[in-house]
Every structure is written in C-alpha cells, then in structure tokens.
C-alpha cells in the first residue's frame, strides 16, 4: 500500500520542523497561538495576506515564505471561515485538503499549531484522521511512479501541537485505528478480481487474528452440509470456490448478546447466465464492497478494542457464466428451508446474502443484523453516489443509522419495505422469485426478499451500490474506492451498543 501520512501529536512548543502550518478565521484572524507559532511576529502573514486577498475563508490556504529572522521558513495559513461553526465532518474534511496541500507543494514534514475555538481531542482526531484518509492511494501495481499529486512514495510527516496532548492522543489512536478499517475497505475494493477471489477474500478475514479478531472458514462441502443451496448457485459457475467467513469480535463482556454485520462479497459479478453488458463490467470487481465495509468494521471495532461483542459474515462467491452456472428457471433451496426461483443470475447477491443472513440469525440469535451490499442497480437510479439506501423493520434501528450517517458524512436514506411490495416476488413455481419482474421498486423488491430469511430478527440493510465503489474524489479519498460504511458504523456501534 501507499506511504500514508505520519501523524504525531505533541504539545505547545518552539517548531521543531522548517514549515509551520496555523489557522485562520474569517478575516484573516490569527490567534495568539498562531502567532506565537511564527516567532511571536505575524506581521509577514498579514501582509501576505492582504496581497494575495487571503480572508481565512474556510478550505482556503496562504502559504508565505517567512522572512529570516522568523522561527520557521514557510507558513501554510489554513482558512477556517466560521470557526465555532465547524462540525466534525469539516474537521476532518480540512485535515485532507491540508494534506492534499502540502502534498501538491512536496512539503515532507510540517508542524501545526492546533488552536481554534471549540477545539477539542474530537476536532483534531477528526482533522488527523481527515489527513491520514487523503493519503490513501490504490498504487500496488504500478512499476514506475509519476511524480503527481498522486505519488504514493510522498512520505509526510505532519506534527500536531495542542494544549491537550493527552487527551488528543488517546482520541486519535482511536480515530487512526478506524481509518485502518476505512483503508482495508477500500484496498480490497481496489484490489483486482484475479488477486481477490472468495479464498483470498476469507484470507483477509483469518489475518485479522493479528487485532484479536477470530475467523472461522466454511468451505462448500461445509455450506452443502448446511443446505446453504442459495449462495452454493451463485459460485457453481466459477473455478474458484465458494467461502463464508464468520469473524468474531469479542469485546464485551462474556455471554453478552452479539450484534452482527453480514457483507455481499461477490469478488466479481458478470450476471452469470444473465450476462451483463461489457461496457464498465470491470466495476464489477467492486461488487464486494459491503464485505469490505464489514471486514473494515471488524478491523476498526478490534484495532480500538470496542468494549462490545461483534459477529461479521462474508458470503464470498464470485458470479460466472459456465457449463456449470445456474440457470434462469432453476429453483434452488435456501439454507432456511425456503424454494427460490432464479429468474435472473445477475440477480445474485440477494441470493448470497439470503443464507448468509439465516445463517446468522440461526446461529448467533444477535440483537440485531446490519447487511451491506453493492446490490441494486435501481438503488443507484434512486440516490445516486450520494446516499446509500437504508431498509429496516425497525425504527429506531433506522433512526440510529440515519443519524450516525449525518455525523460521519456517510448519508444514507430510508426507503420503504412493504406487504405490496413483497406480493412483487411472489412466483407460481416456487416460494419466491429472485427479481421482482420489472424495472419498478428495483431496491425495494431486493430488500424485501432479504427480509423473508431474516425470521424478525431487528434489521436493516445498506444498499451500498452507489456509495462503496465508483465513487467521486473528495477531501479525503482520491476516489472509486471509498470505505463507505466503517466510519458510520463505527460511530453507530460507539455512542449505542459499547458496554461503559
Ligand atoms: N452488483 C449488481 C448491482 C450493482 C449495479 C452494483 C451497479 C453496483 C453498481 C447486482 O448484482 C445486480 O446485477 N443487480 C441487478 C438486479 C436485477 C437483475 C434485478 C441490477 O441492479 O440490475
Ligand atoms: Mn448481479
Ligand atoms: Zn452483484
């Protein structure tokens, strides 16, 4: 992987590196602290400002050469606008564009004075982890570097001063640990599908027992044995295997009810016998992104040692057309004991998660199930790259989710599950039908079939089509692959489900 960014937090001192790095606020307001960061001189700063109209308007920089008989060589004024209205996303949004900045400029080791009002250990270890997320960069497979914003083998090393530096710390080895699981989602979604196939993928999951995580592997004959006929379908097609991969976060206490998350990990969807289009079917390789956000949970819940017991399951199949593939027409036995007929074979990871959810549920009787998954195309049509599709049958479940979702800027929208909409996958031939048989309530229809093998354990399910993969660059992501999910969850687990 990329060199990601160093951050070291430390407390108030004399800079210790050549580049210093202070706020702003609207109008160009510098704090004593800032000033005092210069050498206790801040006229250079002011008249830079003034020449080159700096107002310390918010994602706005200044960067001056200092004169000689300053503390430091070069200042990078960071704008902050409005400070006291900053919220946390911002935060963390203005530690990317930071490191975004001070990557462009080839700066390898800056020193920031953190002083705002309302700065906190949160506001910093938000920004910190902002910069850290930024310099994630998919570079595994490329033989020679260029020497753009881009360049992987650009080494930063950012030093935070602050007048909290115990608190700070702690808050930000957590938040560092979180981003771990952000970067291990995205790299797997990154990764191709041929270095990432259903056993590499379960091998990712085994290697968090370096955290404390434990992984338990079920090969097909396992999954045959538990008439696990739905996910089996899908991978029947493929020459490499299918696997289910249970990881176990034990944090809580003994005996305590586990929650438990369960991710779509198709390492590549082709539509099967219902072959997709070629035109983008390389984005396919995405089609594991919830698996992704669940094994990137795992990681983050562990690397911070969550006082909560956690159960994370990947059904890992990848979806081929073969001699062997499944059928439109076949019907096929769920694990749950519940007939389906396959009507389309692109319509696959409802089918994976179909016998990932019931095997959950059965085993585990968890207080609640979270599912993500890159599952509908209509979800997409319906949200865009903006929000993931939220459906749950419980309310404050949903409610939670939506509001962990506004904090960490991992926006999700609840849409509706219902009686008629579940008529939709009825089928003469069998207990359900795979699609709802036309273009209409696409995600719905999806939704509701997952709901059949959930036996009203609380639920919600992530739609994470248009979010986990082809997604935009930001402040802090350089794109397609977004972690999105861990962060959210994360948060969601954090302020409800952690035993104090
Ligand atoms: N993996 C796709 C959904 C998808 C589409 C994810 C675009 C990310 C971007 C899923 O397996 C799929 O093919 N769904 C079909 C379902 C249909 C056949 C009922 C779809 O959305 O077209
Ligand atoms: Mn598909
Ligand atoms: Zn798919």
């Known amino acids: 992987m990329a060199t990601l960014p160093s951050i070291r937090i430390s407390g108030l001192g004399k800079p ?36 080159s109209e700096f107002e310390g308007k918010k994602s706005s920089f200044l960067d001056v050469i200092a004169p000689e008989d300053s503390a430091v060589d070069r200042v990078i004024v960071v ?14 949004n203005l530690g990317g564009e930071l490191v975004g900045k001070l990557k462009s400029l080839k700066i390898e080791k800056a020193e920031l004075r953190f002083d705002a009002p309302d700065a906190s250990a949160e506001t910093l270890a ?28 650009w080494a930063l090393s950012l030093t935070i001063q602050c007048g909290f530096e115990a608190e700070a710390a702690a808050a930000w080895k957590e938040a560092e640990a979180v981003a771990g699981g952000v970067l291990l989602a995205r790299e797997l979604v990154d990764l191709p599908p041929n270095a990432l196939g259903p056993v590499e993928f379960a091998q990712k999951a085994v290697d968090l027992g370096a955290l404390g995580v434990e992984t338990e592997v079920l090969d097909v004959e396992q999954m045959e044995k ?43 969807d082709t539509g099967g016998i219902s072959l997709k289009p070629g035109a983008g079917m390389e984005d396919m390789k995405g089609d594991m992104g ?15 040692k969550a006082p909560v017991n956690v159960i994370g399951v990947l059904g890992l199949v990848e979806n081929m057309p073969d001699g062997n593939a499944q059928r439109p027409g076949d019907i096929v036995t769920s694990m749950s004991g519940q007939t389906i007929e396959i009507l389309n074979t692109d319509a696959e990871g409802r089918l994976v998660l179909a016998d990932a959810i019931w095997y959950t549920q059965d085993r585990f009787k968890p207080s609640f199930i979270i599912d993500l998954a890159t599952l509908t195309g209509a979800c997409l049509v319906a949200l865009g790259t903006h929000r993931a599709g939220l459906f749950s049958n419980d309310d404050e479940l949903a409610e939670r989710i939506h509001k962990a979702g506004e904090f960490t800027d991992e926006k999700v929208w609840r849409l509706p599950l219902g009686k008629e909409y579940d008529k939709m996958i009825d ?20 939704a ?17 089509a248009g979010t986990a993969m082809g997604s935009n660059k930001n402040a802090i992501s350089q794109g397609w692959a977004s972690g999105f999910g861990v962060r959210l969850l994360d948060k969601l687990v954090k302020d409800h489900y952690e035993n104090s």
């Open 16 to 51: 210790s590196e050549a580049v210093a790095v202070i706020f702003a606020e609207k109008e160009n307001k510098l704090s004593d602290q800032a000033v005092d960061m210069v050498g206790g001189d801040a006229a250079f700063i002011e008249r830079a400002a003034k020449i």
């Open 126 to 153: 938000a920004f910190a982890q902002g910069g850290f997320l930024r310099g994630y960069v998919f570079d595994a497979y490329k033989t020679t570097k260029k020497e753009e914003e881009n360049n992987a083998d």
């Open 79 to 92: 704008g902050l606008g409005d400070a006291a209205e900053l919220e946390e996303s911002d935060w963390r």
């Open 448 to 464: 509701q079939f997952l709901q059949r093998f959930t036996n009203e354990t609380t639920w919600a399910h992530l739609d994470v």
């Open 427 to 446: 089928t003469p031939n069998a207990d359900m039908r795979n699609t709802g048989g036309s273009r209409f309530a696409g995600a719905t229809t999806a």
């Open 226 to 268: 538990l008439g696990m006929h739905a996910l089996l379908g899908v991978g029947q097609g493929s020459r490499r295997p299918s696997r289910l991969a249970i990881m176990k976060w034990n944090g809580g206490k003994d005996g305590d009810t586990p929650i438990a998350f369960v991710g779509k990990g198709v390492v590549f």
């Open 290 to 304: 919830g698996a992704a956000a669940v094994i990137g949970l795992m990681h983050a819940l562990a690397a911070r």
